[in-house]
């Protein structure tokens, strides 16, 4: 790692958020009940850009400069999901029931580990009399 590709990640997360955001904020307005639309559309385009900016990558038409700038600074800051997808696709490779165990525990595990962060800052209010 070096300070170039630390400020490439950076800048292309900055971006990637914004773009999140404005994303998001636009889908957002179309009615959709009770579907998170908007989450799943910006999952879905990050799955596909980082797709082709991986395999741009592997075809070496992107520079590993250029591949850090979008795939993990832009695609990284748009979503996780789209690296959490390509995870399970080189673990594909390798083990299909090895993508299964990636795959089901980082749900599970990340479902777990946000309804337990949300019962700490429950617990913590209550207990500091800040949430009645």
Not at 89 to 95: D, F, K, V
Request: charged share 5%; proline share 2%; net charge neutral.
């Amino acid at each position: 790692m070096n300070i170039l590709s630390v400020i490439l990640v950076g800048i292309g997360g900055f971006f990637g958020s914004i773009a999140r955001y404005g994303a998001g904020y636009i889908i957002q307005e179309i009615p959709v009940h009770g579907f998170p639309l908007a989450t799943f559309a910006v999952n879905s385009i990050g799955c596909l850009l980082i797709g082709v900016f991986t395999e741009l990558y592997k075809q070496s038409s992107l520079s590993s400069q250029n591949y850090l700038f979008l795939a993990t600074g832009f695609c990284g800051g748009f979503t996780t999901f789209s690296t959490f997808i390509l995870d399970c696709i080189i673990t594909q490779r390798l083990s299909v029931l090895m993508t299964i165990i990636y795959a089901s525990t980082s749900i599970i595990a990340g479902y777990i580990f946000l309804y337990i962060g949300m019962l700490c800052v429950r617990f913590f209010l209550q207990w500091t009399g800040v949430q009645s």
